[in-house]
């Protein structure tokens, strides 16, 4: 089997909420999402999905994928793309950085994987641990009484992992999460994500000053140093985000203690050979993991949704339902959710398939 094009598709995906607002102003409505087709000389397509969370959230420019594909494609072109590790290596010799980029192929490819061997990726990736998986709900930043609403709607749809968005003043941000976080309930698990919005004096406030609330404090300052820091001295344990975007961040994070949980993005690692490592890095030293990714629409989820399928059960934090945030659907075959949980099929590869009708004209085509 052989690579022989590759098409690649943008559109946008609104969300389907008043506004995406979290810390530094940051307030998106739409996000443009690029999904490709990678196409083989055995008739076989596989197919990946990288939306970044705007362009001010992490290293990764949706306007500047194509480019970057067009940089990598006559390094994988005539490739077989079974094997991954081989692929990822080729295109870091290609192009240094731009991992959201090198992601969407790297899904494609183990897509074409699974259709190969007609199993579905959880089974390459370790096997079913988890037949369905927790969701968590993130709840945008605005007016105390508003995200209060938001979670009340979400706890009655059957979520019970609810992420907060933070970034107010110090003092704005303690009693909005008393208002908001207050009166949760036995089984409920609650995040408050400051994305890197505080000075490390400011987070060790916060985090004394609602010392009494069960909490995760998910990246409270901008950098590693700090949050570790905090880590060090809070009252809460924290969860890394964005200060984590290598294997090598991973191996340091575990290795100096600095982490009581992580979320694992995959597009912001390259996709799946690279987080698969980190997987396996943070179940091997019990460290719980958030698996997901910046957004998306079905066969983004999907992609993380294998992985988090065969994460064990006592390693899997949650994962999120990020296809219905939108107000449309790019994929069939996406996975099902119901009562705050998400399940995947027995499809090979994703089970996802791009809506061709949706996408229209592909904006490149490489062969």
């Known amino acids: 089997m052989r ?14 909420g008043k506004a995406y607002a979290f810390s530094g102003g940051r307030s998106y409505q739409r996000f443009t999402t690029t999904v490709v087709a990678l196409q083989t000389d055995a008739g076989m397509a596989g197919y990946g999905e990288v939306c970044p969370c705007g362009p001010a959230y992490m290293p990764a420019f949706a306007q500047g994928l194509p480019s970057c594909l067009d940089a990598l494609w006559p390094a994988i072109a005539g490739e077989d793309p079974r094997h991954t590790e081989r692929i990822v290596r080729r295109m870091d010799a290609a192009l240094c950085g731009h991992a959201y980029a090198k992601a969407a192929i790297d899904l494609a490819c183990w897509d074409l994987l699974g259709k190969a061997a ?23 930043l605005a007016e105390p009484s508003a995200m209060r609403r938001v979670l009340d709607e979400y706890r009655d749809a059957g979520y019970r992992h609810f992420q907060i968005k933070l970034g107010h003043a110090i003092e704005e941000d303690i009693e909005l999460l008393r208002a908001v976080a207050g009166d949760f309930r036995l089984g409920e698990i609650r995040v408050g994500d400051a994305n890197g919005a505080w000075r490390r004096d400011e987070a060790l406030r916060f985090s004394r000053a609602v010392a009494g609330l069960d909490i995760y404090l998910e990246q409270p300052c ?16 924290v969860k890394l985000d964005e200060s984590l975007n290598s294997v090598a961040d991973f191996r340091r994070a575990l290795a100096e203690d600095a982490m009581d949980a992580a979320a694992l993005k995959v597009s912001k690692f390259g996709g799946l050979t690279r987080a698969r490592v980190i997987r396996d890095l943070c179940a091997d030293a019990g460290v719980p993991l958030t698996i997901e990714d910046a957004w998306g629409s079905g066969i983004a989820t999907a992609a993380y949704a294998h992985l988090a399928a065969s ?7 949650n994962t999120t339902d990020l296809h219905n945030y939108n107000t449309s659907q790019l994929a069939h075959g996406a996975p099902e959710t119901a009562a705050g ?4 099929g027995d499809r090979p590869g994703l089970g996802a398939t791009p809506d061709f009708a949706q ?4 904006v490149m085509v490489l062969e």
């Open 3 to 16: 690579i022989v094009r590759l098409d690649v598709y943008t559109a946008e995906l609104e969300y389907a």
């Open 118 to 140: 007609e199993q579905p990726l959880y089974i390459l990736l370790g096997g079913l641990l988890n037949e369905s998986l927790p969701l968590h709900r993130i709840v945008p």
């Open 222 to 237: 901008a950098s590693f140093e700090e949050c570790l820091s905090v880590r060090r001295q809070g009252a809460h344990p």
């Open 311 to 317: 994460t064990p059960p006592g390693i899997l934090l």
């Open 341 to 344: 949980r998400m399940t995947l």
């Open 359 to 362: 996408l229209g004209d592909p």
